[in-house]
């Protein structure tokens, strides 16, 4: 079955750092985003990403974090400058439609600490 | 404000019966809802979908109840097993133009041998 893959699956940077993750999401699918998920924590929105721009981004998603597909396989999440609640897992999903009834799959996450 | 809940953090059943997980959310006519299965450390991964004009979804020993007078979806697993032990996600798409998955915090199920 196809899935999403993510790299690093654990990450550790100094506060203040760029962390860039990567995600490579299934072939066929147009919609991408990004999760994340504090520890103990529910699973929160980032941002959705369609035809080469953000297609809708939530609260969280401030300047510090960007998104690019550099080519035509990877998905990638920026965060510039990374402080200590930044720690997070962080899930990249991928669907193949928008529309009402699509399944998103998710990536195995990976997990970010800021020291 | 929307809000989606899922009444118990932690379930704990006896291997074989039937779990019963509840997920309510308020201020909102959701088209469809959503249960996940997650596993310490991994992402979530689909289940079913319930669409607002089914009552009721099945998948082997899976089914899934949707109320959209009582804003309320239960998630029932019979016969269950060991295996089925994990953190059960319930989630609605908040709006008909917007792209976001909103989650409850889910609930953990341990089925105990």
């Known amino acids: 079955e196809p899935e999403v893959t993510q790299t690093p699956s654990h990450q550790v940077t100094q506060m203040g750092q760029e962390v860039i993750l990567r995600c490579v999401p299934i072939s066929n699918h147009l919609y991408f985003y990004w999760y994340r998920q504090i520890l103990g924590q529910k699973v929160e929105f980032l941002v959705s990403?369609?035809?080469?721009?953000?297609?809708?981004k939530s609260e969280i998603f401030d300047d510090q974090f960007s998104v690019e597909r550099p080519d035509g396989s990877n998905f990638t999440l920026k965060i510039r400058s990374t402080k200590l609640e930044d720690s997070a897992m962080y899930f990249c999903?991928?669907?193949?439609?928008?529309?009402?009834?699509?399944?998103?799959?998710f990536g195995e996450g990976s997990w970010l600490t800021v020291v | 404000s929307q809000k989606i809940e899922q009444n118990s953090e932690a379930l704990n059943i006896q291997e074989g019966k039937t779990a019963t997980l509840t997920c309510n959310y308020t201020?909102?006519?959701?088209?469809?809802l959503q249960w996940y299965r997650q596993d310490p450390g991994r992402g979530p991964v689909f289940l079913l979908l319930?669409?607002?004009?089914?009552k009721e979804k099945r998948k082997e020993r899976l089914k899934v109840t949707f109320d959209t007078t009582l804003k309320q979806s239960l998630f029932h697993i019979t016969a269950s097993q060991p295996a089925d032990s994990a953190t059960y996600l319930c989630?609605?798409?908040f709006g008909a133009g917007s792209y976001q998955l909103t989650f409850g915090k889910g609930t953990k199920l341990s089925v105990i041998p």
């Open positions: 319930i669409r607002e004009n089914e």
């Open positions: 999903a991928s669907s193949d439609s928008r529309g009402s009834g699509n399944t998103i799959y």
């Open positions: 989630a609605l798409r």
């Open positions: 990403f369609y035809n080469n721009e953000i297609s809708e």
């Open positions: 201020n909102y006519s959701p088209a469809y």
